[in-house]
Structures are given as C-alpha cells and as structure tokens.
Antibody, heavy 119, light 109 residues
Framework: EVQLVESGGGLVQPGGSLRLSCAAS????????MDWVRQVPGKGLEWLSY????????YYADSVKGRFTISRDNAKNSLYLQMNNLRVEDTAVYYC????????????WGQGTLVSVSS | EIVMTQSPATLSVSPGERATLSCRAS??????LAWYQQKPGQAPRLLIY???TRATGIPARFSGSGSGTEFTLTIRSLQSEDFALYYC????????????FGQGTKLEI
C-alpha cells in the first residue's frame, strides 16, 4: 500500500524556519517524481515545488522561490521541504504528493502537516 | 497562467441523485485534466485523470468527460460518502509550476 506521511509542521514566528519531511513507503520511491502542495485552511490548493527522481531537476512556485528548498534522500525514502524566512501567509497544510510525470497528475497524497506562522 | 474555474461553488443534491460538476480552463489543456475528491481533514484523492479515466479503485458511478476547455465530473446515484469537496487540476503544461487547480466545488446534501 502506498503511504506518504508528512511531519515537521508546527507553530513558528514570522522569519523563522521549519523543515518538513515526507516518509514514503509501499512503492519504489526513487522511481517517482515528487511534489509539495499546500492548502490554506478553507481555501484551495497551491502547487509549491517539484523534484525529479534523481533530485537534479527542481522547480518552485514564485511565492516560495528563494525561501523554500526541496530535496530528497532516495536511500531513506524521504522527501523534504526546508522553509526559511516564513511569512504569515505561509500558514497552511502542506502535502507531499507522488507525481506520475509529464502529462500525468499526482496520484497519491500524504495526510498533510499544518504549518502556522504567527507572532 | 491557465486559470481553472469550477462551477458551481456549492452544489446541493440529495442522496441517490446525480451530481454534475463543471470545470473550465482559460485555454485548452487538451485532456490533461484531473479531478480530486477531498473530505474534511483528509488529503485529496485522485478520482479521474486524462479527463475521463478513473483512477485505481474509484467506483464506476464517477465519470469524467470533456476536452480542451470544458470538463465535467458526473457522480451517479450519490452515496453519503460522496459529499465532499471536488477540485479539478490541469497538468497540460510543463514544468509543474504551470499546473493549476480550480477553486473547488463543495458537494453537499
């Protein structure tokens, strides 16, 4: 069974940092591209970042470029999102998602981890 | 940027009836359109991809149609567990920062 489990969320002050993790199981992690998507409570979905299977190709949404860093450790079946210089507007539930690749959607999502940015 | 517009924002339907949800793209996305279902406190679940292909384990009462800019998700014989939020997503343009989601339709009893 495919499972994605996020962790690392919490309450942080503006300007602070957090590192989210996504533990993958039930599939060959290194064979899949991965993404981070967030959802402001009560709002819609916003794609944030993508990483290729090898980790060499990475993309970011403009809203987080320069502040967030995506990475992966295929040996540990884990995906990460380092979030620096956090803003109040970054408050959201953060999901990792398995990406089937070009011209395919995200087929599995984790349950999400809540990040709250507040003073 | 391709803007995805879903309608209606809220749809009220009785159990056993049929629900029709719409998604419109601001420019053609061919058939690179997915539908997701999200229940409170849960992650989105992929229902439909390629505009009309059901994902693994999705009941046959869910069907998708459309191509280009107009898409429809139809749910026949609504069950209690179907009342949720539904999002469409286009993934026609690469890289992924070109992907976009609709704002969602809430399907309520």
């Amino acid at each position: 069974e495919v499972q994605l489990v996020e962790s690392g969320g919490g309450l942080v002050q503006p300007g602070g940092s957090l590192r989210l993790s996504c533990a993958a199981s039930g599939f060959t992690f290194s064979s899949y591209e991965m993404d981070w998507v967030r959802q402001v409570p009560g709002k819609g979905l916003e794609w944030l970042s993508y990483i290729s299977r090898s980790g060499y190709t990475i993309y970011y949404a403009d809203s987080v470029k320069g502040r967030f860093t995506i990475s992966r450790d295929n040996a540990k079946n884990s995906l990460y999102l380092q979030m620096n210089n956090l803003r109040v507007e970054d408050t959201a539930v953060y999901y990792c998602a398995r990406d089937l690749g070009t011209y395919y959607p995200f087929d599995y999502w984790g349950q999400g981890t809540l990040v709250s940015v507040s003073s | 940027e391709i803007v995805m517009t879903q309608s209606p924002a809220t749809l009220s339907v009785s159990p056993g009836e049929r629900a029709t949800l719409s998604c419109r793209a601001s420019q053609s996305v061919n058939d690179n359109l997915a539908w997701y279902q999200q229940k409170p406190g849960q992650a989105p679940r992929l229902l439909i991809y390629g505009a009309a292909t059901r994902a693994t384990g999705i009941p046959a009462r869910f069907s998708g149609s459309g191509s280009g800019t107009e898409f429809t998700l139809t749910i026949r014989s609504l069950q209690s567990e179907d009342f949720a939020l539904y999002y469409c997503q286009q993934y026609n343009n690469w890289p992924p920062y070109m992907y976009s989601f609709g704002q969602g339709t809430k399907l309520e009893i």
